[in-house]
């Protein structure tokens, strides 16, 4: 689902790192561009197939016996609708969930606009927080997820009585990349920008001791107060958050950071 265009170049030249994987970079840097940025991309993420492909494709063509299908990311979708391809995609009558704006737009994209999306926060609590999940018993759930992701969602709905299965379509590495080339034109860079906490842990890992301190003193904008305390706790010096997960939101903080810049300081001209 393609983000609304802001189309006043209002951050008049900011430079900002995109650190997200590289197939999903593209439609913030443009954003980003529109609204006159200077995005520069350093993927601190990969994206690869799981371990257990065959295992997670089996699940998944199975989920006519489920009543639920939970998506938790973008990613779960790409890969796991990849995987049902053979099978015609996913069986009519699936209640489908999203957690979050993004993956509910990949589903929407693909055909499969879900019912169920958390109307304010676009993360695990919130999600358990809607009415639909609160009584599930009985209920054949699927939770379709990267290798190792978060376990309280599943947890939650077992304690509520559900069958809580878990197909995990795709998995998460650190890139093999280094920072000393980036590190040479960090003077292009005024704002880092980073979209989950494993992003953040191979950046501190990818700059290594010696740039780390350069990285950790830029302004660093993420997406949720969970990633500040994160932040926080690897040593950034200085957290701004957007008010939500998209790449409108993302672009919308940038430029309310912009803006701050831009004005003067009480004292000035007089």
Not at 91 to 103: H, Q
Request: hydrophobic share 40%; aromatic share 4%; charged share 25%.
């Amino acid at each position: 689902m393609p983000e609304p265009v802001i189309e006043s170049p209002r951050l008049n030249g900011l430079g900002v790192l995109v650190t997200r994987p590289a197939h999903q970079s593209q439609p913030l840097c443009e954003l980003i561009r529109t609204a006159g940025g200077r995005p520069l991309c350093f993927p601190a993420l990969e994206i690869l197939p799981p371990r257990r492909g065959g295992a997670a494709q089996e699940l998944l063509r199975g989920l006519e016996g489920f009543e639920l299908a939970i998506f938790v990311s973008p990613n779960a979708v790409r890969y796991g609708l990849r995987m049902l391809q053979d099978a015609g995609g996913l069986p009519g009558g699936l209640e489908l969930a999203a957690v979050g704006e993004a993956t509910a737009g990949a589903l929407a994209d693909a055909g499969y606009p879900p019912p169920l999306v958390p109307a304010k926060r676009y993360d695990s609590e919130a999600m358990l927080a809607s009415p639909r999940l609160k009584r599930v018993e009985g209920q054949r759930i699927m939770i379709i997820r990267g290798e190792g992701g978060r376990a309280l969602l599943g947890d939650a709905l077992r304690q509520r009585g559900a069958e809580v299965v878990y197909a995990e379509v795709y998995r998460r590495a650190c890139p093999d990349a280094r920072a000393d080339d980036l590190v040479t034109r960090w003077a292009e860079i005024d704002v880092v920008t980073a979209t989950s906490n494993e992003i953040l842990d191979n950046l501190v890992r990818l700059f290594g001791p010696v740039h780390r301190p350069l990285l950790q003193k830029t302004p660093l904008l993420v997406i949720s107060e969970g990633m500040q305390t994160h932040a926080r706790h690897l040593g950034f010096q200085r957290t701004l958050r957007a008010k939500r997960a998209s790449d409108r939101a993302i672009v919308e903080a940038l430029i309310e950071h912009k803006t701050r810049l831009s004005k003067p300081s009480k004292g000035e001209g007089q």
